[in-house]
């Protein structure tokens, strides 16, 4: 079946630092690759795809490259803020199917 | 559009009590989910609805949980009777045709039975 392992946290930054947010995963076929982040107190959003392998989804400063040799998809920002403190999550989806897989989560919380 | 919009944000309840948690899905989806976040379990699919049927329920954890869509714009996901166990954050999710589109969350309803 379809599985995603992401690196456990917490993950504590300071402001500037490096984040990278390892993300593996067993599926059968093609699937597509997002990662969603979770604000305090609120739902979660999606916060980039990427559909086929070497495609790269980027957003907010964020990128993570689809990297089919090593069914990985690792979230990385150069230079993280306050703000970026959120819970985020590695999901898949296989093509034609309605449901998404989602990794453990992983809480980075940025310090000033 | 104003999103999935999920009633109420926050709910306190005793034990035996009956709870419904309400969700309004964006106009348009055809898919809609229901999630439960908890620390020591994460984020758990309980059930998920295609075209207002339920596709798959193997996440719902018993028969105390039961979850409906009458029609395109709403759904409910009912617990009688509660357990303190059952505290948790239910997130409702909307999408359009499959995963791949990404689905779009509500802001969770927390639950809190004492």
């Known amino acids: 079946g379809n599985s995603v392992t992401q690196m456990e946290g917490p993950v504590t930054l300071s402001e500037e630092a490096f984040l990278t947010i390892n993300c593996t995963y067993t599926?059968?076929?093609?699937?597509?690759l997002f990662w969603y982040v979770q604000y305090p107190g609120e739902g979660l959003q999606l916060l980039l795809k990427?559909?086929?392998?070497?495609d790269k989804g980027s957003n907010k400063g964020f990128e993570a490259t689809y990297r089919k040799e090593t069914t990985s998809f690792h979230l990385e920002k150069g230079s993280v803020q306050v703000s970026d403190s959120a819970v985020y999550f590695c999901a898949l989806t296989e093509a034609n199917d309605y449901k998404l897989s989602f990794g453990a989560g992983t809480t980075v919380t940025v310090r000033a | 559009d104003a999103g999935v919009i999920q009633s109420p944000r926050h709910e306190v309840t005793e034990m035996g009590q009956e709870v419904t948690l309400r969700c309004k899905p964006i106009?348009?989806?055809?898919?809609l989910f229901w999630y439960r976040q908890t620390m020591m379990r994460g984020l758990e699919l309980l059930i998920y609805?295609?075209?207002?049927?339920?596709?798959?329920d193997s996440g719902m954890p018993e028969d105390r949980f039961s979850a409906k869509m009458p029609n395109a714009s709403f759904s409910t996901l009912k617990i009688q009777p509660s357990e303190p166990r059952d505290s948790a954050v239910y997130f409702c999710?909307?999408?359009?045709?499959?995963?791949?589109?990404?689905?779009?969350f509500g802001s969770g309803t927390r639950l809190t039975v004492v």
């Open positions: 106009s348009g989806h055809n898919s």
């Open positions: 990427a559909t086929k392998a070497d």
């Open positions: 609805f295609n075209n207002n049927v339920p596709i798959d």
């Open positions: 599926a059968t076929g093609y699937p597509s």
């Open positions: 999710a909307s999408s359009f045709g499959t995963a791949k589109r990404g689905y779009t």
